[in-house]
């Protein structure tokens, strides 16, 4: 059974900072594709970034403010948000896919997801 656990997620004013982690279990997420998501009130979920063993993939709306990273000791995944807007306000969930080197950007080719952390940014 893989669980992943998303916290990290707050208040945070424009131009603030955030940092999530996803924490997983039952899968060793270094030998898979990884992605973060975000879903805002009546939108449709959105990629957000993407890593796998190699490489990195951000959406164009987070590149060069988002970094994503991986710690394989812990089995944890990271998102760095800095610079954040109004816009960014979203549920945030992270996601593994059983692929292990396509990054996609689709939801439906994930396999499993985390329960998803709240983030708020105030203008």
């Known amino acids: 059974q893989v669980q992943l656990v998303e916290s990290g997620g707050g208040f945070v004013q424009t131009g603030g900072s955030l940092r999530l982690s996803c924490a997983a279990s039952?899968?060793?997420?270094?030998?898979?594709?990884m992605g973060w998501f975000r879903q805002a009130p009546g939108k449709e979920r959105e990629f957000v970034a993407g890593?796998?063993?190699?490489?990195?993939r951000y959406a164009d709306s987070v590149k060069g403010r988002f970094t994503i990273s991986r710690d394989n000791a812990k089995n944890t995944v990271w998102l760095q948000m800095d610079s954040l807007t109004p816009e960014d306000a979203a549920t945030y969930y992270c996601?593994?896919?059983?692929?292990?080197?396509?990054?996609?950007?689709?939801?439906?080719?994930?396999?499993?997801w985390g329960q998803g952390t709240q983030v708020t940014v105030s203008a």
């Open positions: 996601a593994t896919s059983p692929s292990r080197v396509t990054i996609s950007v689709s939801p439906t080719m994930y396999d499993y």
């Open positions: 890593i796998n063993w190699e490489r990195t």
């Open positions: 039952g899968r060793t997420l270094s030998s898979y594709c």
